[in-house]
């Protein structure tokens, strides 16, 4: 049972315009949920995160919202650019134990 | 350079015949975890560690064993590998502190069992 969702598996988005990922979770337990970049033939790497007692965070270009009564995140990268082209993993943790649960990735593709 | 190194990178071994991915960090973390990726199922932890000598499960431990007998070094052991854990395989690992701060990610490898 996918506990996190990501229910595009891909979204393609022109360069300076809005890219928006959405991720679903299913636990209320957790508390805490990050997104990570990865490129092809490389490891992810950390994008942002955002605690259950925010429900937005900002850094540069990347923006989190957090919606709990709805179970829903997103990330909101403005303006796009064809650098941001990669896969978009969402996870969300509890607050005990070392469990990261990820989604099943959204594939950005930003055009020129 | 601060980093977290996998080897081998690219591995193809027959059904039964035990491996070991070896993880290795320079940072001096503590959190360190193995994570699997298969297409439509996105990453799957398999085991994690929140120091030397503590291991627990992730939500796909079956097939697979891991130690942590030194802090820089989280070994993923498959005794008897099978077909169905042919799949990209990642390290990461974290400081102190761990729900705050990034995991550092490994650069995978790709094991095929035949």
């Known amino acids: 049972d996918q506990q996190v969702k990501q229910n595009s598996p891909s979204l393609s988005v022109q360069e300076g315009r809005i890219s928006i990922l959405n991720c679903d979770y299913t636990?209320?337990?957790?508390?805490?949920f990050l997104w990570y970049k990865k490129y092809p033939a490389e490891g992810p790497t950390f994008l942002i995160s955002?605690?259950?007692?925010?429900d937005k965070n900002e850094d540069g270009r990347f923006t989190v919202f957090l919606n709990k009564s709805a179970k829903h995140l997103s990330l909101h990268i403005v303006p796009s650019q064809p650098g941001d082209s990669a896969v978009y993993f969402c996870a969300a943790m509890g607050n005990q134990g070392g469990k990261l649960i990820f989604g099943q990735g959204t594939e950005l593709s930003v055009k020129p | 350079e601060a980093q977290v190194t996998q080897n081998p990178r690219y591995l193809i071994t027959v059904t039964g015949k035990k491996l070991t991915v070896t993880c290795s960090q320079n940072m001096n973390h503590e959190y360190m975890s193995w994570y699997r990726q298969d297409p439509g199922l996105g990453l799957r932890q398999i085991y994690y560690?929140?120091?030397?000598?503590?291991?627990d499960k992730g939500d796909v431990p079956e097939g697979y064993k891991v130690s942590r007998k030194e802090k820089r070094n989280f070994p993923l052991i498959l005794e008897s590998p099978s077909p169905n854990q042919t799949s990209l395989y990642f390290c990461?690992?974290?400081?102190?502190?761990?729900?705050?701060?990034?995991?550092?990610f490994g650069p995978g490898t790709r094991l095929t069992v035949l």
């Open positions: 560690s929140m120091n030397v000598e503590v291991t």
């Open positions: 636990n209320s337990m957790f508390d805490y």
């Open positions: 990461a690992s974290s400081p102190p502190g761990w729900r705050d701060n990034e995991q550092f």
């Open positions: 955002i605690s259950s007692i925010k």
